[in-house]
């Protein structure tokens, strides 16, 4: 499949979303910039990652900047968005790398989210391995192959970047609650709960 470049500089909006009930949910990256929409699936950890990375980020350029970049330190109230996902939500493609940066001159977060990349071609070999595919080339600035794969890129202000992290934190946390005795994900029927010595709670 040719590359494709999903770039939102800036959305309208960019949130992490879920579909399915507890214990069965998908993840969802979702950008919109006025009829464009762009959904992309992830795993629950990549959200987690991505959110705590984000404030990380923030937290550090404030420390750092001590007021000259317009960073909030919390999310502001005004950019909070607790609204489900925009419909249709049609997967473009499931995250498997991610970046993150700070662009000085923009002073704006950019995330990128790249395509699992395909899985390599087979190759006939006596040994049965691909002798240029076992060793990365040190000269090579891609290593990953991430420029030749389809992404997402959005560009956030940090007062979007704070919201993106504070609601993606919280769906990541609004999933199945938490067994009381082993703290494992309690399921609608229970769960064998190893603290009880495999009974069902």
Known sequence: MPRQVFDYDPPDRFVAGTVGPPGQRTFFLQAR?????????????????????????????????????????LAPTAA????????????EFRV???????????????????????????????????????EPDPDDDDPMGTGERTRLRVSL??????????????????GRPPCPFCDGPLDPQGHVCPRANGYRR
């Open 33 to 73: 910039a006025g009829s464009r929409l762009t959904s992309v699936a992830l795993e629950k950890t990549q959200v987690s990652a991505l959110a705590e990375r984000i404030e990380g980020l923030l937290d550090d350029l404030v420390r750092r900047a001590a007021g000259s970049v317009a960073v909030p330190a």
């Open 80 to 91: 909070q968005d607790n609204d489900p996902l925009d419909t249709p939500i049609e997967e």
């Open 96 to 134: 498997g790398d991610m970046s993150l940066m700070w662009d000085e001159d923009t002073e704006r977060v950019v995330v990128m989210c790249f395509a699992q990349p395909d899985p390599p071609e087979a190759t006939e070999s006596p040994t049965g391995a691909d002798p240029e595919r076992d």
């Open 157 to 174: 202000t940090g007062a979007a970047a704070r919201a993106f992290a504070k609601r993606a934190l919280a769906v990541v946390a609004a």
